[in-house]
Structures are given as C-alpha cells and as structure tokens.
C-alpha cells in the first residue's frame, strides 16, 4: 500500500481507516437464484409497460427489427460484463470496470450516466405504476400513487437485503405466471389476429411492415431498450452474493435467455391481440391484452392487478440498483461520503431514500411539461443507459488490452470482437434517443445534467476520493504495480 500513488490523473485520494469502512459494509445475502430474481425483475416491467410506445414510433416491423438489434447489444454486453464482475466483484459495478480502464475521470462519468439510468427507471415505472392503478380506481391523482410506491418499496429495501432480495423473486415469479397466462390465454382464444399486428396506417412511403419507412425502426431502439434495460445492474451486488465468481455469471446469462424469450412473446402476442395502434398509445398494453382476450369481465380486473406485479418487480428491483450505486459513488468519495453510512439492516437508507425523492420530483417536473410522461422519462434513462453500456464495452476492450494478467474466472466467449459490436450498437441506440422530437427536450436537459455533475466532480469531489474505498483500492494497487514495472 505504501506504493499506491496519491495522484491519478488529476485527482487526490485521501487515507481513511477502518471506522469509515466498518460504517459502510455491506452483508453477504444473495446465491445465483436471487441474483436471477433481481435481473429478471429489474426488467420484467418492460414486458408490461414502455416498449409498447415503439410500436408508436416505428410500427411493428419497425419494432421487431429494433428489438433484435437491441438484443444483439445485450447478449453482448451481458457476456462481457460476467466476466468484468468476476475480475472486478465490488458494488460499484460499471463504475469499478472503468475506474480500473480509464482512471477516475471517465468512472464518474460512468457512475453518473449509470445514476441517471437508475434513478429515471424507478420514475418511469411508477408512472407504468399509476397507469395501471388509475384503470382500476379512477379519479385517484397519479402523484398520489407515485408517492405511495416510493415510500412502501424504499422502506422494504432499507428493512434489510435479504428481504429485499426476497420480495424480489417472489413478485419477479408472480410476473412471469402473469405473463404466460397470458401468452397462452393470446395463442389459444382465438382473439390474435396479424391484421391487428399491423393495423397502423403507413405514412408516405411507408408499408404495412414498416408504416414510418427504416426511419421508424431507428426511432424504435430506446423502446426496444425497455425489453432488457437494467439486467446489467446484477453487478453492482457482488459484495452481496455468497460466490460471486459461480452466481454472477450464471444469474446474467439466465436473466438475459429469460427476457430473450419474454420480448419475443410480448411484443408479438400483445400487438396481435390489442392491435399495435391502440397498444402503441396506451399507458397499460398488458390490460388492453387482458380485455381483448376476456372482456371486461372481472377476471380482468384481477388479472390487471396482479400484472401491477411486473411494474413493481422492477421497481423494487431497480430502486436496488441505484442505492448501491449511489452507496458506492459515495464511498468512494465521488459524492458526498455521508451518503454512504449504512443503516442497522447494512443498508444504505441515506442513498436510497435520496434516489426516492429525486425521482419523485423528476415525475411531478416532466408531468408539468408533457403528456407522455412515461416515454419521455423512458428516453432520458434509456440515454444515460446506453452512454454507460459503450463505456463498459470499451473498458472491456482496454482490460483486455492493458491487463491480461487480471484473473477472470469466467471469460465472455464472445472475447474482444463481441465487446465492439456491443459498443457500436450502443452508440447507435444513443443517437436514437434523439430521433423523436417531442422527446429532445428530456435528452437535452439529461445532457446538462451530466455537465452539471462533471463539473462538480471537477471543481470539488476529485479532490476527496477515497483510496481505501474498495473500487479505488484494487485500481491504485495495479497502477502503483504498472509504475513499478
């Protein structure tokens, strides 16, 4: 340790000692099937609300090819992160893999485009959320929900991990029975139809296929993104898992098969029964799927409710996600480190509760000034989102590179060349984000707020990082070795 410079490129670290780490240390809760429960549930959401606005945007064909595309990206990137979170098993997750890529500069870069992902999600979801609920108890304000889900599921995950992890299978599980109730329910009543598959008019020089031309299959990407966004967050619990080195890469790739086979039926069994015009503009697709099929009888009204399930897998999951992340940012000095002191259940309640408000006040400010609230939060997490996948990809390419000698218990099969296609597929889905032009002014702001944050990493936190955080502490050890050599 005596070696371990004290200056990285540009930034300062400071020698804490083991009370500050004793204050922030996180309990060992999860194996490979909770993990899968977290993955899966992060996103099982997408399957249930938020793709459905691509059919708005680019039609069904349009849709269906961005989804391949996108799940092209993903595999790719899932294959390479589980062999990043068996070399690098801290709870910064992203940030860690490109802190030890490209210093400390571009890892807040990283952090911040990841919190942004993570904290918009949750947002966007509980606006899938009062959707839902609004179709079952009219008249209800949707801020009024949006509060009372925030609170009940932020206090679920300061009560405790294993709780958290828990709760999240068991409605993960609930989800998928809704689902292939469903896909059975839509493949065998008779009420799918391929003329409802592609009732949406074509615009000029369009085709029932593609009605907005190869243009809408580009527009489509950031929805298509909703199909999978967030099975990445799995790494960030590798301080929690029992064996990360076995669970990891198991629960990412049997999160990833799982979500491959799910948008596959959603998009084509939801569409085929609902129509794509009337699912592309509805704010809850699964119940408009639920009364195609069995009417306004009362078993849709129940089924609807516990399709509230998927939105609230994902929801519990992600709000997860971003106090971890926000707990690791914090830890290692990049934001305020009292944000990182974890409650009596080894929690960090200050982060989550944190990522609560500001996600709250995000729905209650995009409410204010548009009518799509859900898709135009859905683009700002999907442009953080897909910045921090092509920093991932490229910091797996440099790893490769730089660090051979890094041991990787599991090795992405797909090696180098893999991790560049994700990387370019991601910068694709990027200028995506910008294609719909009522949305441009959500993608703008979330650019400003990245400025924002670089700036105060700049002028204030690069001067206060944490050496012993254990992100920071793996990175400088290898760099006071390379400078050795």
Known sequence: MENRPKQVRGAHYVDVDNTYLEKRRLRKSAGWVLLWGLGVGAVISG??????????????????????????????MVLSIAELSTALPHAGGFYSFTRNAFGPNWAFLNGVTDLIEYVITPAVIVVGIAGYMNALIPGVPAWVWWAVFYALFVGINIRGTALTLR?????????????????????????????KVFNIAPAEGGSSFLPFGWYGVFAALPFAIWFYLAIEQLPLAAE??????????????????????????????????????????????????????????ATTTILTLIAITGLVASFHAIIYAYGRLIFALSRAGYLPTGLSIV??????????????????????????????????????AVFGAVISYAMVMFAYIRLARTRPDLPRPYKSPLGVPG????????????????????????????AVFVVLMMAYYWFHSRFRLVAQAPEEEAALIAEAQREIR
């Open 47 to 76: 399957d249930f609300f938020g793709w459905n606005f691509g059919l708005a945007a680019g039609g069904f064909g349009g849709l269906l090819l961005a989804t391949i595309v996108v799940a092209v990206m993903y595999v790719t």
């Open 167 to 195: 709760v999240s299978l068991i409605v993960t599980l609930l989800a998928l029975g809704v689902l292939v109730f469903f896909y059975l329910a839509a493949a065998f009543s008779g009420a799918f139809s391929w003329e």
């Open 240 to 297: 929690e898992s029992h064996d990360v080195v076995r669970d990891m890469p198991r629960a990412l790739i049997l999160g990833i098969l799982t979500l491959l086979v799910l948008s596959v039926l959603t998009l084509v069994l939801n569409t085929g029964v609902a129509g794509a015009k009337e699912v592309g503009e509805s704010s809850a697709p699964l119940e408009l799927g639920f009364k195609a099929v069995f009417g306004d009888a």
């Open 343 to 380: 409650s009596r259940y080894h929690t960090p309640h200050y982060a989550l509760i944190l990522g609560a408000v500001v996600g709250f006040l995000m729905c209650v400010l995009i409410s204010t000034f548009s009518d799509s609230v859900g898709a135009a939060l859905l683009n700002m």
């Open 419 to 446: 991790a560049w296609v994700g990387a370019i597929l991601a910068l694709v889905c990027l200028g995506a984000t910008f294609a719909v032009e009522s949305y441009r002014p959500g993608v703008v702001g979330t």
